[in-house]
């Protein structure tokens, strides 16, 4: 199995990291445009290996993409992340650029590998990809669900004084601070549902708090998170490359589901060999369903930025 992580900075590393300590490929090359970063950072988690006993090859590359030929999995994280009080959608200038031409090079060497957008603005990159590259749909993914679904166990946890592990709790829409959606009524704990035990109030803290989640970091931080977006990303490669068929939200190509077509939205998927299989579709409420088809609206106007 060799995977190819382009863009060694904050979250491409710690997702390089994530891979090769629980050995998801034998080969992993990591890519940057910055001379000699990715070269860094694969030799410092390198001699991570006698530690954390790891058997992965982590190789770095400045823009080789010879290097990353076959890759069965490619991990799209290069683009410039936002300053505090920015939003997402304000990169799209930048990095739809840098994620057209990754895409690009990529696919002359691996032309039938499954791609994971990470960069910002998510929804739109992933949509960019997908009228670009000429993959099969069911071949291309964005990372923004598994890491707002573990956001918002995290902030239920806390409310509930649980163990996160404990929880059931998904997030769909897009991966915007407006446009994401907490399925609150539908989370549980251990099969109870968590509204049993929340009061309103604490149930809208607790969709707020996740909505703001990336946000919130960035303005602690000074830029954006790296550390769950990182063990996001690898979760889904994990579940593609072991075949696990794990139900993860993702941002996928709809086609009439969900009531929506022409766009990429995070929906629960399940990830097995062949990239997203399957989609699941949630009974959503009157009131659910309006707040997605708000979302995609909000999404569809990023979408239409793109020179396509
Ligand atoms: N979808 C999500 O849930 C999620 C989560 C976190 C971050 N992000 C996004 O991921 C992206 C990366 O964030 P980060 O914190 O790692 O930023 P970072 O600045 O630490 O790293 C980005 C790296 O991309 C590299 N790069 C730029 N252009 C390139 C190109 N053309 N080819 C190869 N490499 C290139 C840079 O040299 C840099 O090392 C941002 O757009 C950020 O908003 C998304
Ligand atoms: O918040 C950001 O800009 C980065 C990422 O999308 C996140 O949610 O952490």
């Not at 997030?171 to 407006?178: K, L, R």
């Not at 996928?252 to 969900?258: D, K, R, S």
Request: charged share 20%; hydrophobic share 40%; aromatic share 6%.
């Amino acid at each position: 199995m060799k995977i190819t992580v382009v863009g060694a900075g904050a979250v491409g590393a710690t997702c390089a990291d994530n891979i090769a300590r629980r050995e998801l490929a034998e080969e992993l090359i990591l890519l940057d445009i910055k001379e000699g970063f990715a070269e860094g950072k694969a030799i410092d988690m390198m001699q991570t290996a006698s530690y954390l006993g790891f058997d992965t090859k982590i190789k770095g590359v400045t823009n080789d993409y010879a290097a990353t030929a076959d890759s069965e999995v490619v991990v799209i994280t290069s683009g410039l992340p936002r300053k505090p009080g920015m939003t997402r959608e304000e990169l799209i200038g930048t990095n739809a650029g840098i994620v057209k031409s990754v895409t690009e090079n990529i696919l002359k060497y691996s032309p039938n590998t499954i791609i994971i957008v990470v960069s910002n603005p998510m929804d739109t990159m992933n949509y960019l990809t997908l009228k670009t590259s000429g993959l099969p749909k069911e071949r291309i993914l964005g990372m923004g669900g598994a890491l707002d679904s573990a956001r918002f166990k995290y902030y239920l946890s806390q409310e509930l004084g649980c163990s996160p592990a404990d929880l059931n709790a998904v997030v769909i829409g897009g991966h915007g601070d407006t446009t994401m959606i907490p399925l609150i009524k539908h989370a549980t704990w251990n099969s109870i549902p968590v509204t049993k035990f929340l009061s309103q109030e604490q149930q809208d803290k607790i969709v707020a708090a996740t909505m703001v989640g990336g946000a919130t970091l960035t303005k602690l931080i000074g830029t954006s998170a790296w550390y769950a977006p990182g063990a996001g990303t690898a979760a889904m490669v994990e579940s593609i490359v072991r075949d696990e068929k794990k139900l993860i939200s993702c941002g996928v190509a709809l086609n009439g589901e969900y009531g929506q077509s022409d766009i990429s939205l995070v929906v629960p998927v399940v990830l097995g060999k062949n990239g997203w299989e399957k989609i699941v579709n949630f009974d959503l409420s009157e009131a659910e369903q309006a707040e997605f088809n708000k979302s995609a609206d909000a999404v569809r106007n990023m979408n239409n930025v793109l020179e396509l």
